[in-house]
């Protein structure tokens, strides 16, 4: 018997709570992991408080992402004892995730923890940092350098954002993070390392098609008129590392930064990432993320608090990472 966290619906209301499950309950997999830490995201506390439509199947175990070590594995790429990471692959929506004691999933779905890593590391990372640094990797594939000018990083103050901004301090880029809330997130996001903090309403504004270059590089989270105005400010033959739709799914631009300007609009899907680019990915985040980071505000909780933490996560009202203790 394992301890997880079980989401069930009546009506329309999502009900969570704490339940003792065999492995029979399992849904199917060529591994199973005893998982010793799961992180509680945004989109974690929407599937837990029933806001929006994350979950569409239940009973469902929520964590979209977990760290632990090889209980059984059907894989010769992994052994009992073998300590791995999940990020992506829509478990915690549509397959069990990260909030049990015990989690069985295919194999493609998980990367060998690296050696320089650990559980709580890797959820300190999790899918944000990981998708930050495919986007910062796309960036330098399409051969955006700190010479090539200034890079911008829209909504910085979230998971993925903030991580992003790190990376690219880090990596000598010169580098400008908007936020919707400035005087709350402005002073992190200096200490982050960002040049200069740009308000969200200065990019929500309607932008012509084509506006003053300024911008070599670009992490977008946000999408929509945020994406639609940094598109207009691309330096020719800037490139655009874009990986959020928080903003939603239209982009009010033209094909004219595209053309006259060359313009490189790079997609980022961490959830879908082939397994060498997610391998490679970890490596390069370890490497290039400062200590410091790993000493951000930080809260561990227990399954039954989660509830809680989730509808505070939804309100905005939690600060830094959020790691569940299995």
């Known amino acids: 018997m394992f301890n997880a966290l ?8 999502t009900h969570a709570e704490v339940r003792q499950l065999t492995q029979d309950d399992l849904p199917a997999g060529e591994v199973l992991v005893d998982v010793a830490c799961s992180s509680l995201n945004y989109k974690d506390g929407l599937a837990v408080t029933g806001t929006g439509r994350i979950i569409r199947e239940f009973p469902m175990v929520p964590g979209i992402d977990f760290a632990g070590t090889v209980a ?6 992994y052994a009992v004892g073998d300590k791995v990471i999940l990020t992506g ?9 990260g909030m049990a004691q015990k989690a069985r999933v295919k194999a493609d779905w998980l990367v060998p923890m690296p050696a320089a890593c650990d559980e709580r590391k890797a959820m300190m990372i999790g899918t944000a940092g990981l998708t930050a640094m495919l986007c910062v990797q796309a960036l330098q594939n399409a051969g955006v350098t700190p010479e090539s000018g200034e890079v911008l990083v829209t909504g910085a103050s979230g998971g993925v954002g903030s991580v992003a901004v790190t990376l ?7 580098v400008v993070a908007s936020s919707g809330r400035v005087e709350e997130n402005g002073p992190l996001l200096k200490q982050l390392g960002a040049a200069e903090i740009l308000p969200r309403e200065e990019l929500e504004k309607d932008a012509r098609p084509l506006e003053r270059q300024r911008w070599a590089g670009v992490v977008d989270t946000v999408g929509n008129k945020v994406l639609a105005a940094a598109l207009a400010q691309m330096n020719y033959g ?5 990986c959020g739709l928080a903003g939603g799914f239209a982009l009010p631009t033209t094909v004219m930064p595209f053309i006259l300007r060359g313009v490189n609009l790079l997609g980022v899907d961490s959830v879908a990432c082939p397994y060498d680019k997610r391998v490679a990915a970890w490596d390069a985040i370890l490497a290039l993320l ?14 039954a608090d989660v509830p809680e933490y ?17």
Do not use: F, M
């Open 6 to 13: 079980v989401l069930t619906q009546e009506g329309k209301a």
């Open 168 to 174: 690219l301090a880090k990596a000598g880029y010169t």
């Open 310 to 326: 989730a509808a505070k996560i939804v309100k905005g009202q939690v600060t830094g990472r959020v790691l569940i203790q299995l």
């Open 89 to 97: 692959w829509g478990v915690g929506e549509n397959h069990w995730g």
């Open 72 to 77: 059984e594995s059907a894989d010769p790429r």
């Open 238 to 242: 800037g490139s655009v590392a874009a």
């Open 290 to 303: 400062p200590e410091s980071y790993y000493a951000q505000a930080c809260q561990t909780v227990a399954l």
